[in-house]
């Protein structure tokens, strides 16, 4: 997404409305049903780290998690590798330097948080991985990540497949609709699912044959595309 070559996106800064497209997708589940999954960015798979204040190994009433990387700095990630710091009575750190001098346990969980303009909203979904607005601390600045949960990692954030195919301009669709033939591999609940996306484009030839993850896997691969953090919010399963 390049203002470039999309000026009605926000201007820097601006609350971003994730609702509207192009921020979310309506695409395909591994059974052929109905998903919808917000678009964040291209993503490593190493986590960054999100600094969670404790005391007595216990969370701290008031005290925010911090951080110490911004979206465009070389080590951001919205993945975020939770890293307990147990601090003393009379502390409440608002900054990574605030922390320098205490002990950090690594656990092994990872949230996904993307850091978003203050005033950023994002409502949809049937309850399966709403978002949750979060605050958190930056150099003594609060700003804001929507949260979408944790999962299990450490050094890596897992990935699960999704094919797409591309149109003259973006995901090619169903006519004038925002249906898409992407497809997920895998949706919250299941065992496999990872909101980071490995990306595999199909042929756009094969669009119309491709609506679930057995036909999607028969599609001619053009190009491996990105890892993208693309957190599905609404699952209606397939009605037979």
Known sequence: MVRGGMPALPAPGAPIDFDKPPFITQSFGP??????????????????????????????????????????????????????????????????????????????????????PKGSTATEGNGVAPAVPTQLWYRGVEIDCLGFGELRGSTKVPTSPIYVTFGTEGFKTVGATAQTHNVVFSVPGDTDYSPLWDVHIYDERAFELVHDAATALKARLVKQGPLVNCPVVTVEPLSR
């Not at 998903?35 to 007595?56: E, I, K």
């Not at 979206?71 to 009379?90: C, L, M, N, Q, T």
């Not at 330097?97 to 978003?116: E, K, M, R, Y």
């Open 31 to 116: 059974d052929g049903g109905i998903v919808r999954y917000y678009n964040f960015d291209v993503q490593r798979d190493v986590p960054a780290l999100l600094y969670r204040p404790t005391r007595g190994g216990q969370p701290i009433a008031g005290q925010l998690d911090i951080v110490d990387v911004l979206p465009g700095d070389a080590a951001y990630s919205d993945f975020f590798r939770i890293a307990r710091v147990e601090i003393p009575a009379g502390v409440m750190p608002r900054s990574f330097a605030d922390l320098a001098s205490f002990t950090v346990t690594l656990d092994d969980q990872i949230l996904d948080c993307p850091i978003v």
